[in-house]
């Protein structure tokens, strides 16, 4: 297992919130020892030159191998974190988006590679299973932009 700690550095990503009715497509992120300990949402970097756009294109067809159509406004959210002692800073742009495939709708695991060869896990994920398994969503402040998730 990759040992992953944040870049000291700030940085910009862009999140796809892709959803089947009131479930969220995100990605497992585990702790060194393996333990599940949250879930977010698809995407990454920004890289230099990209619009935002461009990079959530970008990021989703390489995760998953799909097209996307954004069709949501964005949400930007600020995260300061801090993970196994390291802290970590990103601006987060957040919209809702739409999948090509939509056989993956379908599907109730998708497992795919990231570009550095880790493999990693994404699940249709609802408020109710999160909150019952003490599973965190990140980045932190995201629950509280998702208007299917209010209430």
């Known amino acids: 297992m990759a040992v992953w700690r944040p870049p000291?550095?700030?940085?910009?990503?862009?999140?796809?919130?892709?959803?089947?009715?009131?479930?969220?497509?995100?990605?497992?992120?585990e702790d060194d020892s393996g333990r599940i300990k949250g879930v977010r949402p698809l995407g990454g970097s920004i890289e230099f030159g990209e619009s935002r756009e461009e990079a959530l294109h970008r990021e989703i067809r390489e995760e998953l191998g799909t097209e996307i159509r954004i069709v949501g406004s964005w949400h930007l959210?600020?995260?300061?974190?801090?993970?196994?002692?390291?802290?970590?800073h990103e601006f987060i742009f957040a919209a809702?988006?739409?999948?090509?495939?939509?056989?993956?709708?379908e599907r109730g695991e998708i497992r795919y590679s990231e570009?550095?060869?880790?493999?990693a896990t994404a699940r249709w994920f609802g408020r109710d299973m999160l909150r019952d398994a003490g599973i965190e969503l990140y980045?932190?402040?995201?629950?509280n932009v998702?208007?299917?998730w209010r209430g």
């Open 77 to 88: 959210l600020e995260n300061i974190f801090e993970h196994h002692g390291a802290i970590g």
């Open 115 to 119: 570009l550095d060869e880790t493999t």
């Open 139 to 143: 980045p932190t402040g995201l629950e």
């Open 8 to 29: 000291q550095q700030i940085r910009v990503k862009v999140i796809g919130l892709a959803w089947r009715e009131d479930r969220l497509l995100a990605a497992e992120v």
């Open 96 to 105: 809702d988006i739409e999948l090509a495939d939509t056989a993956l709708y």
């Open 146 to 148: 998702l208007s299917r």
